[in-house]
């Protein structure tokens, strides 16, 4: 069974910026394709980011420019490089997978975690 967990979140001053990790195992890694999600009071889950199998990646136009997915197959995990965080950018991020090409999709997914971003 995949299990995916989430490292890295926490607080910080609008235009700082925080890295998150989401570490895989249970399954071969390189086959999946990985997405950064996150749910914020009030609002619908949106995705983040995703990067498949082949390394091609693909943003939220709320984010792009900003933040960054990278994955690293020999070490089965999934990063996420959020730079000039915005208060609208707080919320409880997870990382989720699915087999490659079935990006945004949280067939699998961690707990999660808090990303708080203060005026």
């Known amino acids: 069974q995949v299990q995916l967990v989430e490292s890295g979140g926490g607080s910080v001053q609008a235009g700082g910026s925080l890295s998150l990790s989401c570490a895989f195992s249970?399954?071969?890694?390189?086959?999946?394709?990985m997405t950064w999600f996150r749910q914020s009071p009030g609002k619908e889950r949106e995705g983040v980011g995703a990067?498949?199998?082949?390394?091609?990646?693909s943003y939220a136009d709320s984010v792009k420019g900003r933040f960054t997915i990278t994955r690293d197959n020999a070490k089965n995990t999934l990063y996420l490089q959020m730079n000039n965080l915005q208060p609208g950018d707080t919320g409880l991020y997870y990382c989720?997978?699915?087999?490659?090409?079935?990006?945004?999709?949280?067939?699998?997914r961690g707990q999660g975690t808090q990303v708080t971003v203060s005026t």
């Open positions: 249970g399954d071969t890694y390189r086959r999946y394709c």
């Open positions: 990067v498949d199998s082949d390394t091609s990646k």
């Open positions: 989720a997978a699915a087999l490659s090409p079935r990006c945004y999709s949280d067939r699998f």
